[in-house]
C-alpha cells in the first residue's frame, strides 16, 4: 500500500493529480506543468518532498564512520550547519545513493537519502557502522518542503521570521523553532529545503500558498532538474555507474590519499585506466522527445539516453546521455523509427534561471 506525506489532503483539495512514485502518494501536478515550472524559474514555487528520507547519525565514531561510508570526506566541512554533497558506494564503486550530509555538531550528522533506494540504504548504512560507536536513527517523524526559485528566500524569511536565512551560504543550514533549514534544492534555483515536524506542515504549507508560493509537483522537479542537469537516481546513476562516469567525479575526495573510503580502489583503478563513458546534454530540434533508454548513435560507438523531456525555459526537447568518452559533439537518437539530429553539450542547460550561453541551434 502507498504511503502518505501529511500534506496528502492539501495536495488532494487542492486537485493535484496524485500518483505513486517509490511507494508514496505524491502530486505529478496541479494543473499545467509548464506553469508550475515558469513559477519556480520566475517567482516561487514548493514542493512536497516529505517522501525523502532524514537519517541522523550521531556518537563519537559518527565522524570515522562517514568518512569511511562516503566518497566525498565529512572532514571539509569546517562549521556546524554546513553540508557536502555526495554519493555512497558499493565496493566496486558502483553508486547506492546520492545524498546531502549536514554536520549539526562535532559528533552529529544528518543525512537525506532517496525515498526509492531508502531500505537499501538504510540496511547497508546500518551494516557499514555496525562497528562504529554510531547511532543511526530514521526521522519519519519528520516532514520536507522545498521552496524555490528567486523570491524564495524572501517568502520564508517574512513567513518564519527567520532573518539569518536570507544569510545563509549554499549548502549551509540553521535551527530556527521546530524548522531545519537548508539553503539547498534540487532544481538549479535559489530556495530552501525546510525540515519539520508532521505537525506543523500542514499549517507552514498553507501559510506559503496564502503567500502566492504555488504548489508543483513530481513533473516541474523533473523538468526543472534536467534542465540544471542534475542527475536523477535510478536514470542517470545507479550501482551499474560510477562517479566518474555520472559528472560526479568532483564529489570525490581522493585526498587524503590515507582514507580508506569504500569504493576508492575501484575508483582508482578506473581513474588509472581511463574513463569509457560520459554523461552529457543533449539538445534537439523538432520532431520528438527522447525519453530514458532511447539509442544515440556517435562517431564512437552507441550511447543511450538516461533522462530526456521538453525544456519550457529553452522551448526545445533536451536530453542526459550516457555516450563513448570519445564522441564528438554530434548524435543521433532514435526515436520509434525515426532519426532526431542531436548536439552534445556540457551541462547545464540553464543556469540562473536563463539558458546557459553558447547553446548550439538545430
Known amino acids: 500500500m502507498s504511503q502518505k506525506t501529511p ?47 532524514v537519517v541522523d547519525i550521531e556518537g563519537a565514531g559518527a565522524r570515522d564512520a562517514l568518512r569511511r561510508l562516503l566518497a566525498n570526506d565529512v572532514d571539509k566541512i569546517r562549521e556546524p550547519g554546513q553540508a557536502i554533497y555526495g554519493c555512497m558506494l558499493d565496493e566496486r564503486g558502483g553508486i547506492i545513493d546520492d545524498l546531502i550530509t549536514y554536520r549539526l555538531e562535532d559528533d552529529f550528522y544528518r543525512m537525506v537519502v532517496n525515498a526509492a533506494t531508502r531500505a537499501g540504504d538504510l540496511e547497508w548504512i546500518e551494516r557499514q557502522l555496525a562497528d562504529f560507536d554510531a547511532k543511526v536513527t530514521e526521522r519519519d517523524d519528520l516532514a520536507m518542503i522545498a521552496v524555490q526559485g528567486p523570491e524564495a528566500i524572501d517568502h520564508v524569511v517574512e513567513l518564519l521570521g527567520a532573518p539569518d536565512v536570507a544569510s545563509l551560504k549554499p549548502f549551509r543550514s540553521l535551527v530556527h523553532g521546530d524548522c531545519f533549514i537548508a539553503r539547498t534544492g534540487y532544481t538549479g534555483e535559489d530556495g530552501c529545503e525546510i525540515i519539520l515536524p508532521d505537525q506543523v506542515a500542514v499549517e507552514t504549507w498553507r501559510k506559503l500558498v496564502e503567500r502566492g508560493v504555488v504548489p508543483c509537483g513530481l513533473g516541474a522537479r523533473d523538468s526543472l532538474r534536467l534542465e540544471a542537469g542534475l542527475n536523477l537516481y535510478g536514470q542517470d546513476m545507479d550501482r551499474d555507474t560510477t562517479p566518474l562516469e555520472s559528472n560526479l567525479a568532483w564529489t570525490v575526495a581522493f585526498e587524503p590519499p590515507d582514507r580508506e573510503f569504500i569504493g576508492r580502489g575501484a575508483l582508482e583503478k578506473q581513474k588509472s585506466e581511463g574513463v569509457s563513458r560520459k554523461l552529457v546534454g543533449l539538445v534537439l530540434g523538432t520532431g520528438g522527445i527522447p525519453r530514458q533508454g532511447a539509442r544515440v548513435v556517435t562517431d564512437a560507438g552507441d550511447g543511450v539516453v538516461t533522462s530526456g523531456g521538453f525544456s519550457p525555459t529553452l522551448e526545445r526537447p533536451v536530453a542526459m546521455a550516457r555516450i563513448p568518452q570519445d564522441a564528438g559533439d554530434e548524435a543521433v ?25 553558447g547553446l548550439p541551434s538545430l
Open 7 to 53: 500534506l496528502y489532503d492539501e495536495h488532494v483539495k487542492a486537485g493535484a493529480r496524485m500518483v505513486e512514485f517509490a511507494g508514496w502518494q505524491l502530486p505529478i501536478r496541479y494543473g499545467s506543468l509548464v506553469e508550475e515550472h515558469h513559477a519556480v524559474r520566475r517567482h516561487a514555487g514548493m514542493f512536497d518532498v516529505s517522501h525523502m528520507t
Open 333 to 357: 537518437v532514435e526515436l520509434r523509427g525515426r532519426e532526431l539530429q542531436a548536439r552534445a553539450v556540457k551541462l547545464p542547460f540553464v543556469r540562473n534561471g536563463k539558458p546557459r550561453e
